[in-house]
């Protein structure tokens, strides 16, 4: 039983990598920085075969909101166990340049 749920728990893990790494090529088109690097991915879940991205913005009313959702969708599809992508916007906690990784704040120029 324990080796049941280790592989069970080592499948999750494989696939959440997979997810992570599959937005890792969704690319800000105005910043050039993957949505992961930027902080902007919040929380990754799989329900059978829905992926939920709860994700946020840099600004509220980004202009490419719309084109940023249809990469993630694009990235996500790939990946054969997912048959939908559903994109959960929030806006706390509030997205700043402390949440990006050190290699984003340093491609941006942010010394903090």
Excluded at 76 to 96: F, Q, T, Y
Excluded at 104 to 109: P, S
């Amino acid at each position: 039983m324990a080796e049941e749920s280790t592989a069970a728990t080592d499948t999750v893990a494989d696939l959440k990598t997979r997810m992570v790494e599959a937005l890792q090529t969704v690319i800000d088109p105005e910043l050039r920085i993957d949505l992961v690097n930027l902080g902007l991915i919040y929380g990754l879940s799989l329900t059978d075969g829905v992926v939920t991205v709860t994700m946020t913005l840099t600004t509220m009313g980004c202009p490419i909101s719309q084109v940023l959702t249809n990469m993630i969708e694009s990235a996500l599809e790939k990946l054969p166990e997912v048959d939908r992508v559903d994109i959960n916007l929030v806006w706390e906690p509030a997205w700043s340049p402390a949440k990006m990784s050190r290699f984003a704040r340093v491609a941006l120029g942010y010394h903090s």
